[in-house]
T-cell receptor, first 115, second 115 residues
Framework: DSGVTQTPKHLITATGQRVTLRCSPR?????VYWYQQSLDQGLQFLIQYYNGEERAKGNILERFSAQQFPDLHSELNLSSLELGDSALYFC??????????????FGPGTRLLVL | AQTVTQSQPEMSVQEAETVTLSCTYDTSENNYYLFWYKQPPSRQMILVIR??????QNATENRFSVNFQKAAKSFSLKISDSQLGDTAMYFCAFIATFGNEKLTFGTGTRLTIIP
């Protein structure tokens, strides 16, 4: 158990809908990262938050957004869902101290299926 | 931009044998970290081992060790005395020390341990 929690574990929804994925980082970790794992794209970095502020952005679609709250949990919002958004979405967390690369620990993932 | 290449999509080995998974990467950075993550059938991403590029000594964690060749940009993982629980996808990942803290993953190697 990495200490990172994600809910829900599974999500089935229809095209055009909006969903919210939630992540709680390990105790003491300030950075949260979101990754998408799909069959055709592999594991891709979406976005990072550090202590409530967006720090880095990857190949995140405009239909997707995220935020990190004062208690450090994070939410990834996916809207206008398309079939191609079906994937496993991981959250990871790290201490995230500037200038030092801490190991990222991954949550169990949320499996999203868009029908 | 960094790229990570894992040229072995699948491997299999008898239980108790030793196996080596290959990984090469391309970067213009001089300061970075490399990781191996394991993804068993449960889909959880589990850290196996971490290597700091500035360290000449190869990292080891129990039965897992790496052969880090910085000049060749090679980072292979050796699993000794392989066990059935080692059956998983193995991903090599790169992160630059400075810049955005995203992990860049290879496409993975599916390892099967045969009883």
């Amino acid at each position: 158990d990495s200490g990172v929690t994600q809910t829900p574990k599974h999500l089935i929804t229809a095209t055009g809908q909006r969903v919210t994925l939630r992540c709680s980082p390990r105790s003491g970790d300030l950075s949260v990262y979101w990754y998408q794992q799909s069959l055709d794209q592999g594991l891709q970095f979406l976005i990072q938050y550090y202590n409530g502020e967006e720090r880095a952005k990857g190949n995140i679609l405009e239909r997707f957004s995220a935020q990190q709250f004062p208690d450090l949990h994070s939410e990834l919002n996916l809207s206008s869902l398309e079939l191609g958004d079906s994937a496993l979405y991981f959250c990871a967390s790290s201490v995230g101290t500037s200038g030092f690369i801490a190991t990222q620990y991954f949550g169990p993932g949320t499996r999203l299926l868009v029908l | 931009a960094q790229t990570v290449t894992q040229s072995q999509p699948e491997m299999s080995v008898q239980e108790a044998e030793t196996v080596t998974l290959s990984c090469t990467y391309d970067t213009s950075e001089n300061n970075y970290y490399l990781f191996w993550y394991k993804q068993p059938p449960s889909r959880q991403m589990i850290l196996v081992i971490r290597q700091e590029a500035y360290k000449q000594q190869n990292a080891t964690e129990n039965r897992f060790s790496v052969n880090f060749q910085k000049a060749a940009k090679s980072f292979s993982l050796k699993i000794s005395d392989s066990q059935l629980g080692d059956t998983a996808m193995y991903f090599c990942a790169f992160i630059a020390t400075f810049g955005n803290e995203k992990l860049t993953f290879g496409t993975g190697t599916r390892l099967t341990i045969i009883p």
